[in-house]
DNA sequence: ATGAAAGCGCTAACAA
DNA sequence: TTGTTAGCGCTTTCAT
């Protein structure tokens, strides 16, 4: 019996396609990079002896010599959002344009996993780094931005941190959204925060100060929540338990937006005639005719593009001072938003 | 100016951990994997100079001598649908336990996009291989099955293929919705497909066998869809140019289910009082109580657990004959489904 | 307990 | 145009 058939199938190596097309390795190589200064004859035989075997390159012993693997790695925090399918979406776009390639890891909003997840990605010598919305503290990525370009994404940093970003302006956005209720209104305009997820801290600021300078200081109200459904609905079930209620919510994301709604309507609440509910992010979510959230959109394809971008400039263009960019948010009007239920003050007054 | 230092930031290497500490690369390369065998001086000395240098081992060079890279390759076809949120979070569990990393790369519900995907992981060696929903031919999936471990999720792979699969029985899942809504009083049942989505060919054959055995065969209405809200939109939107409308729709999965709703709720139809609407894969979507829609469940988590499972069985434990589990599909009733309205016809007889 | 040497699959000079 | 050689960073015998 053949000893090479009976192996469990034993990749084939450029060895081996050399072997069986009698040339060089080198030879082999130069074909299957694809240079030009090889014979017609060769080549044939190279690219015979290649697809007979199921011959495929090994990338790790390629980029082990070349020092480079042509691999951005994008480490993502959350699979669950939708937002993140379109911020991948864009990521890949570019990426393939630029002529890279893309591995994703995820971090499951925990940040020990993050940190196992991009450690993954590093110990693969990949050229670039995205992080995705990273719950993982700024000393770390600061630290990863130190050995190899960094870009985050949706979360602020730092301008002494070595890494780049991306992201929208969430302050400006949250003030968006306390606007467009006041303009709607609405004084009693409350707050379901982002807890520790990246931009959360700045929804809450920007939250915060919108209402300090519409003179709707008292009214300020802030419960913990989180970027997922059920985070929404508990930081509603809260609300809801304190008097008087707000006719107003801005929900840190859409998802949180949407665990409140359920929240509302299930304590009878009608959605927006008693309560007005916006999000954040503008997901597809938010966009389903049947859900038509009002929210504050983020262009998140174009956002993951950009980061592939700056990426690209440190790596090839040898760029070496970090560049913040900041994108503007916009507001998006849908059908979960309108003016506040009368004041039922004024019938007790009555 | 030391030249190490100014040139930008080459990654340190074994080497460079081994001169720093004063000692071989294989002592080094012993301490970082762990071994015992080594004296507790020279372990210090190791580690105290990995740690200054930020050395990080070169995981490619790793696997390029031991054969192997402990990495598990996913290719998910469409990371916009929620449904995969939950495959990947299962498939990473399952990983993590059995000492795997897992690589995503995506193929945007295209086929070429996807076989570039799959090469990519394929480049890198990765030690099995995951194709969650794949839309590429059967015959490149066993071409690939052969030169390594392959596991196929969400769609039926002949017997004769050298991958394995992990499915539900989209077939009975397809039975169920049908004579759930046949149970309502139904008999107008239509089915927007999901063109060449995984599994979509066993879900369109579920749906008329099923009418065919319940005699309601001259109420077959199949139009053509796909796995996205758009198609879900557009399926709708055929519908309702046919006359008599159906009184219940079997979506070909949520997006598409949400989709439909949205344009029967355009046409102003009640929902489920004039017209029922049934999903499949029971995504969280599915399950926000603000959308509440009745669909067919798969347990994705636990299918992604199983396919880890499976590969590891071939990988480690030397398993050659192609698996094909089955997993049953089950029915989760919400809002979205209810008694057909009364006959028109019956006012247009009195 | 530690080190020297060979080699994983590939590319990149350099020779021929 | 083609082949030879060295070496990428690491693990793995095999000596010591």
């Known amino acids: 019996m053949n000893p090479t058939e009976s192996s469990p199938r034993r990749r084939p190596t450029i060895r081996d396609v050399a072997r069986k097309a009698g040339v060089s390795k080198s030879l082999v190589s130069m074909v299957i990079r694809g240079e030009e200064k090889v014979s017609a ?20 012993a390629r980029s082990l010599v070349q020092r480079r693997t042509k691999i951005v790695g994008v480490m993502v925090s959350d699979l669950r959002n939708p937002f993140f399918g379109d911020v991948v979406s864009g990521i890949e776009q570019q990426a393939s344009e630029l002529g ?17 997840a991009i450690e993954n990605l590093l110990e693969l010598w990949v050229d670039g780094l995205i992080l995705a919305g990273p719950r993982i503290d700024q000393d770390s990525i ?3 931005g130190r050995s190899v370009p960094v870009v985050v994404l949706h979360r602020p940093t730092p301008t002494t941190s070595s890494a780049d970003s991306v992201t929208n302006d969430d302050r400006a956005g949250a003030e968006m959204a306390v606007n467009h209720c006041h303009a709607l209104g609405h004084a009693r305009i409350a707050h379901i925060d982002g807890g520790t997820g990246a931009g ?35 930081g509603a079930q809260e609300l809801l338990s304190k008097r008087p ?18 929240a509302f309507e299930e304590a009878g609440l009608g959605i927006p005639s008693d309560i007005s509910v916006i999000g954040y992010d503008n997901t597809s979510l938010a966009a389903l005719r049947h859900v038509s959230l009002t929210s504050i959109h983020q262009p998140s394809i174009e956002m993951g593009q950009m980061a592939v971008e700056r990426l690209f400039q440190r790596i090839d263009k040898g760029r070496t001072e970090p560049t913040h960019e900041v994108v503007a948010p916009s507001l998006v009007v849908r059908n979960t938003t309108g003016p506040p239920p009368a004041e039922p003050e004024l019938e007790v007054r009555r």
């Open 100 to 116: 890279y390639k893309v591995l994703f890891t995820t971090g499951d909003r925990q940040q020990e996993r993050e940190t196992e």
């Open 142 to 144: 600061g630290r990863i």
């Open 41 to 60: 004859r060769s080549r044939e035989a190279v690219l015979r002896a290649a697809a007979e075997l199921g011959y495929r390159p090994n990338l790790m």
């Open 200 to 234: 959360a801290q700045e929804r809450r600021e920007g939250y915060e100060h919108s209402m300090r300078r519409l003179g709707l200081v008292e009214h300020i109200v802030l419960v913990s929540g989180g970027y997922t459904e059920p985070r929404g609905y508990q």
């Open 245 to 262: 209620l707000p006719t107003a919510v801005f929900a840190a994301n859409d998802l949180c937006a949407m665990g409140a709604i359920n």
